[in-house]
Every structure is written in C-alpha cells, then in structure tokens.
C-alpha cells in the first residue's frame, strides 16, 4: 500500500501504560478521547458503534486484543460499508508516562479518517492524560 493508505500517529503522555490501557480498551471510554459516542465490546470478535464528532455513525468489528498492548479493530460508516479501514492502538510503556502509536490503514482512498482528525483526536487525549495526572 502507498503512504496515503496509511496514517500513523504517535503520542507521549504523562500517564502510565496501565492507566492508558484502560482508555483504549474500554469500548465506553473511546467517548473520552476518539469519539462522540460510543459502544463497542472490546474484546476478540466483539462489535458495536461509535458516533464521530461530525456525526459519522460508524459500525465496529474488534479484529485483536493484546490484553495490556494493542487493539485491533475495522470500522466503517454505516451508510458505506465498503469504506471499511483497520486501526491499531497500541500502547507502549515509558520510562515516565507511555505512549500511544495509533496506525490506521484504509482500504480505499475514501475509507477512512484523515491524518488532521487523529492529530485532533491526540490533542484529546494528551488533555484527558493531563487531567488523569492532575487528578
């Protein structure tokens, strides 16, 4: 695939893997930092819904989850479902925080999220990992 099929982005933050688990892999607290609404099961196989914050509702299938490391799952706009793209959240520890290397690999060129709405969904959660600390 060409460089345009693919958008990664990578994001230190002031908290711990652990605690940064927990964000990515509780389908309800996507809704704290990747989307509007959301209601996914995140587990191998599990499914559910999310709603962008323009609106997009988005039909979720979970591929993979590495407990503590990576999810994998397609997603796709309801009303497109040939517009499917695969996204990987992986978190890796730090030696102060963690980092998050989000990848997603669209599956056409109309597929899926441009580079600028994950840099807005990172500002999100950097700002979600500040309060965490802040706490």
Same mark, same amino acid.
């Given at each position: ?33 990747? $989307?509007?609404?959301?209601? #996914? +099961?995140?587990?191998?196989?599990? !499914?559910? @819904?999310?709603?962008?914050? *323009? &609106?997009?509702?988005?039909? $979720?299938?979970?591929?993979? #989850? +590495?407990?503590?490391?990576?999810? !994998?799952? @397609?997603?796709?706009?309801? *009303? &497109? ?8 959240? #992986? ?45």
């Amino acid at each position: 695939m060409d460089n345009d099929a693919t958008v990664t982005r990578e994001l230190d933050l002031p908290i711990g893997a652990e605690e940064l688990w927990h964000l990515v892999a509780d389908g309800e607290r996507w809704a704290d930092w990747m $989307v509007e609404t959301s209601e #996914v +099961d995140v587990v191998d196989g599990g !499914r559910g @819904t999310v709603v962008d914050d *323009d &609106g997009t509702t988005r039909a $979720v299938r979970v591929e993979r #989850v +590495d407990p503590g490391r990576e999810v !994998r799952f @397609t997603w796709w706009p309801a *009303d &497109g479902p040939d517009l499917c793209s695969t996204v990987s959240l #992986v978190v890796v520890p730090q030696v102060h925080g963690s980092r998050l290397r989000i990848t997603e690999v669209k599956a056409s060129a109309r597929s899926a999220i441009s580079g600028r709405r994950w840099e807005l969904r990172a500002i999100a959660l950097s700002a979600r990992g500040a309060t965490l600390v802040s706490v």
